[in-house]
């Protein structure tokens, strides 16, 4: 019979202990004991699950923060650390148990909790997904991964329409209400809901809190040759200093159709050259078929990596 329980606070090292063997063990232990550090995980969110013996055949872990800056008092938690049996027919029933336990403790003021699976860095990731769905955490997003590096890099156009002026030359203000009038019509199940949360006109600003003054180079405004305003890229480390990622990129409704967002891209594509990234990897939403075909042109491809990210949001409260 297996059973669940929180750990206690000294028990933390034998929980992390618990996955050992897993790759990303050591970048999820460093978030779980900041979380333990600044109060936004602990002892109540860390669960184990035992055999009759007393050995550990399960572990999970949540933490919670904040929706956005402007709304402080509202908050989102998400599920890591999860470690199973991969292999074991129980594993699934395992991890159901510890995600219902979790769902149980988590603070009156979570309104959505977010797990998610990728094979690119996840063991067992069908095992994950199928631990999700039999807690009832509905699918909320499919992205698809793409990797762009150096070498295979198309040239960018001969006679590009658009020029560039990073965050720090155009200002933050027009950056972000940029930002957050590239939400209208978009594609990405994400960013529509995030607009709606927080408001569309506070998302853009919302998106400024993730630059860096290491990325500020790298987060461009695209302007056309009348000087207006067509969309913006923004590039931005990941993980390391070899790897980027397009933390965003998006054309103003009244400048789509003219083929930008490959100019963007592309544009991207430079300043990630001028950061001298090995690869740039990131993802765009399945139901998002004209932003894949425009990544795929501009060289960033789905077949050269396995990043592909199932996210399940269960939504509890509004």
């Not at 750990?7 to 929980?15: A, K, M, P, T, V």
């Not at 006679?159 to 720090?168: D, G, I």
């Not at 987060?219 to 913006?232: F, I, Q, R």
């Amino acid at each position: 019979m297996v059973t669940t329980r929180a750990i206690r606070r000294d028990q933390i090292e034998d929980w992390l202990a618990i996955g050992v063997d897993d790759p990303a063990n050591e970048r999820m232990a460093d978030r779980i004991l900041a979380s333990w550090a600044d109060g936004s995980g602990g002892p109540a969110l860390t669960f184990v699950a035992q055999d009759e013996a007393g050995t550990p055949v399960g572990r999970l872990a949540f933490t919670y923060g904040p929706v956005a800056s402007s709304m402080p008092d509202v908050h989102e938690a998400l599920a890591l650390g999860l470690w199973l049996p991969w292999d074991e027919r129980e594993a699934v029933e395992i991890g159901r148990r510890l995600v219902v336990e979790g769902i149980g403790a988590l603070p009156s003021s979570v309104i959505a909790l977010d797990a998610y699976a990728n094979p690119e860095y996840m063991t067992g990731s069908d095992v994950r997904r199928a631990v999700f769905e039999a807690a009832e955490l509905p699918l909320f997003q499919e992205k698809e991964g793409f990797q762009w590096s150096p070498e295979t890099s198309p040239p960018p156009p001969v006679e590009p329409r658009l020029t560039y002026r990073s965050v720090v030359e155009a200002g933050r203000d027009i950056y972000a209400r940029t930002m957050s009038g590239c939400t209208e019509g978009s594609l990405d199940r994400q960013d529509r809901y995030y607009a709606a949360l927080v408001g569309r006109d506070l998302w853009g600003p919302e998106m400024l809190n993730f630059l860096t003054d290491d990325d500020a180079d790298g987060w461009l405004l695209g302007y056309d040759s009348g000087g207006d305003v067509a969309g913006y890229v923004a590039i931005g480390g990941f993980g390391d200093e070899t790897r980027g990622t397009i933390i965003h990129v998006g054309v103003l409704p009244e400048h789509r159709g003219n083929g930008y967002i490959v100019e963007l891209l592309h544009a991207g594509n430079e300043a990630s050259l001028r950061r001298r990234f090995a690869t740039v990897v990131s993802d765009v939403d399945v139901e998002n078929p004209p932003m894949m075909a425009a990544m795929e042109r501009a060289g960033h491809h789905a077949a050269a990596t396995r990043w592909h990210v199932h996210h399940y949001r269960l939504q509890l409260r509004r």
